[in-house]
């Protein structure tokens, strides 16, 4: 009885929820929609409702919600249509409930079905898959080869992940940091490159809440207390542009808004100064409602109106209009001087383009008759692909390679007969020969640039024209490898190289053999796996290349082995479990401070852990534990290495945090600086913290440089408290002007 009357209401509200979120995500479709789209779309969220009906989210509410959510981003946010939604509202169906993908087909059509397919591809399990070295970068390559089959599949597994970010307090703190991790590594700068750059914007600033968060709270608090000044600001430097603009009967709106708190935030990192003297906090944007043929000349007339009320900062000019960046960004930016002196940043564009750099990618495709460049996505595209065919590259390697060349701007150049290539920026000289065509890379033998003679590793600046000599008899060495910066050229480079590892190999496959024979091993596939599985090698081409340079002698290995009937078997067993790296014993470090840290809820002491040097995390950090080859190591959350680390290899990340506070020590590091006035402020330090803190100077650094010395302490604290208490204390002595926290 009571069992029901508690039930039904609960079913009522979420029925609601659920009624009102779909509702919501019908609203939110701005697209053309059919019939057919209509009732498929409905026909998907009852399959949704229907198969997800006993699970919740961690937050506790019908499962269901996200889901219809991430079709609502999908339509409103990212400007997708009919089919997106659908996928969108089925994209965790196969993989959490039994509905098939062929049922999927049967009811939705073939398109649906591969993008859904693609969609549970990528949900990667990480933690099923502890035996692929990262299985972080292999999702991400995974992400890729998705994306050059349907583009969606990405576009709609971004809607994805920012659901889950937007609701990532309910997950325990060890995964959050991990999914923020991860989405900074990869998420992020895939969004910029696909021009979705309010998206990429928002990866930033959540993931930022998630591993400094105190920062975060900083900035974010000091923006809402600015705000009514900044407005104030912004209407006062607009009001004489928009007087200009009306007499030149240009249409127009215009918007101002304060930068990304992750943007601010690295300004506040790069340049080290306060949050008071960073003056362009925001950007003003003018926005011209224009068609496409006049965009470009009304763009420089705006342009010129603004530069006759102020005076810019020539430098600052960035002309997107003419030449689009490679993501398909159009723009036409300025700074100029402001009120009171300060810095305006001025972002001048069309409506069209406007949208582009908002929606990137999805509203590339409807622009593309008008675009002057419609081949900037087929182009990038066709180097994903590129990059994907070569499938025996390490996973990580590949990462690297991409992070490196897809993300990156670029540089144009030229070859002899004029015709412009474009290569990432940092790309060299024998990047552009293999950019070319590979057998222009395999012999180039020398290269002008500009008419004059360079190294192969010459790196390329904008506007250089480049002639390549090659010769038949050239080929590439190891040492290549370090003049080129492109993944294409890396990789055919590498190929070349296998080859001729392969035909070295050949002499040291027949001296296998040879040896083989001597002792009546047959010298059969099994056997050959057998030896090079005892020599843990990975590929037969490496074993042989090896043999045949004679770094292994195979005769002397060989005794390891008995020959039973033509079999190699070895002689002698060896347990060689792999490497666990928790071990539960005492700890072998003494020096470690111990204290009451518990990793997964389990009190630590009996785990041999250590604290990570790049960060020195101290009782009270927010912190995680992740597994090394060395042990567990303890991070603070907002480690740098770590949030690279845990993006790569996210399963070995473990929650960690602190019971209580121990009397242990542990050691903090600071940065003091002041004017060396030369009364002695140093001995003022080192008095203050020995005897009036009591505590233990474990190492003592000064530099002076004209005049500022800068001071690197570490130091034995108790926990953050009292290392609060140390750097309010050091603050107030007489020359110290700043005391930081080494990070
Ligand atoms: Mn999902």
Redesign the pocket.
């Known amino acids: 009885m009571s069992d029901i009357l508690t039930k039904e209401p609960q079913e009522e509200t979420d029925k609601k929820l659920i009624t009102r979120a779909y509702r919501n995500l019908l609203r939110s479709i701005k697209a053309k929609m059919d019939k057919t789209d209509k009732g498929n779309i409905r026909a998907a969220y009852e399959l949704a409702v229907d198969a997800h009906k006993t699970q919740r989210r961690k937050s506790g509410e019908p499962y269901v919600l ?2 219809i959510e ?1 079709a609502r981003i999908c339509a409103a946010e990212i400007g997708l249509g009919a089919t997106a939604v659908i996928c969108a509202l089925l ?2 169906v196969v993989e959490d409930t039994p509905t098939t993908l062929a049922e999927i087909k049967e009811q939705f059509g073939e398109r649906v079905m591969l993008i859904v397919d693609g969609l549970t591809k990528l ?1 990667f399990k990480s933690e099923d898959a502890t035996d692929v070295e990262s299985p972080q970068a292999e999702n991400f390559k995974k992400v890729l080869s998705t994306l050059v089959v349907d583009v969606r599949v990405v576009l709609i597994k971004m809607a ?1 992940r920012l ?2 970010m937007r609701t990532l307090g309910a997950m325990p703190p060890h995964k959050q940091v991990k999914i923020a991790a991860e989405t900074s590594f990869i998420y992020s700068p895939l969004a910029h490159r696909l021009g979705l750059y309010k998206l990429k914007t928002e990866f930033e600033d959540l993931s930022l809440k998630i591993t400094n968060r105190e920062e975060y709270l900083y900035i974010a608090n000091k923006l809402q207390a600015t705000k009514k000044d900044r407005d104030r600001y912004i209407k006062k430097f607009i009001h004489p542009l928009e007087q200009e603009l009306k007499e030149n009967m240009i249409p127009y709106r215009t918007t101002g808004r304060p930068k990304s708190i992750y943007s601010i935030w690295n300004k506040l990192k790069t340049k080290k100064v306060p949050f008071e003297e960073i003056y362009d906090l925001f950007a003003v944007r003018i926005i011209v409602d224009v068609p496409p043929s006049k965009e470009k000349s009304i763009c420089w007339q705006v342009y010129s109106i603004i530069t006759d009320v102020y005076q810019p900062i020539v430098e600052r000019l960035k002309d997107w209009v003419t030449v689009p960046k490679a993501n398909g960004y159009e723009s036409l930016h300025t700074t100029v001087i402001g009120p009171k002196g300060r810095f305006v940043e001025v972002q001048i564009r069309s409506e069209r383009m406007d949208d582009i750099a908002e929606r990137g990618f999805a509203a590339h495709w409807k622009y593309k008759k008008v675009s002057k460049s419609p081949n900037i996505y087929d182009s990038w595209l066709n180097n994903v692909r590129e990059i994907l065919d070569n499938s025996n590259m390490d996973a990580i390697d590949f990462l690297n390679d991409f992070k490196s060349n897809l993300f990156n701007e670029e540089v144009y150049v030229y070859t002899p007969n004029g015709d412009m290539r474009v290569l990432p920026k940092g790309a060299t000289a024998l990047d552009f020969a293999f950019d070319i065509h590979s057998d222009v890379g395999y012999h180039a033998t020398a290269i002008k640039v500009n008419n004059k003679l360079e190294p192969m590793g010459y790196q390329l600046k904008n506007g250089d024209r480049l002639h390549i000599t090659t010769n038949k008899s050239q080929k590439p060495t190891e040492s290549w490898l370090k003049m080129v910066a492109t993944g294409k050229a890396r990789n055919k480079i590498r190929s070349a190289m296998k080859e001729e590892r392969k035909k070295e190999g050949q002499i040291g496959r027949e001296t296998m053999e040879r040896k083989f024979k001597n002792v009546k091993a047959d010298f059969v596939e099994s056997n050959i796996e057998i030896f090079s599985k005892f020599l843990k090698y990975k590929s037969h081409v490496d074993l042989y290349f090896d043999i045949s340079k004679e770094k292994i002698n195979v005769t002397e290995l060989l005794k390891n082995f008995t020959v039973e009937g033509g079999k190699l078997v070895p002689i002698e067993i060896k347990e060689e479990k792999a490497p666990r790296p928790i071990v539960t014993k005492a700890p072998t470090d003494s020096t470690a401070p111990r204290s009451g840290l518990h990793i997964n809820g389990e009190p630590a002491d009996n785990l041999d852990y250590s604290f990570a040097t790049c960060c020195h995390p101290v009782p009270g950090d927010a912190v995680f534990a992740y597994v090394s080859n060395n042990g567990l190591k303890i991070h603070r959350s907002n480690c740098p290495n770590a949030t690279n680390l845990a993006a790569k290899y996210g399963y070995r990340i473990m929650r960690a945090d602190w019971a209580n506070v121990s009397l242990t020590n542990f050691s903090a590091h600071l940065v003091i600086t002041g004017v060396d006035t030369g009364i002695g402020v140093i001995e003022s330090i080192t008095h203050t913290i020995s005897s009036d803190l009591g505590l233990n100077i474990r190492s003592f650094q000064i530099a002076s440089n004209e005049g500022i010395y800068e001071c690197n302490i570490s130091l034995h604290v108790k926990d953050k408290v009292q290392l609060g208490l140390v750097i309010k204390t050091l603050k107030n002595i007489r020359g110290v002007d700043t005391v930081t926290r080494l990070e």
């Open positions: 996200h889901p991430v994209h965790d949900d994805d659901h889950n």
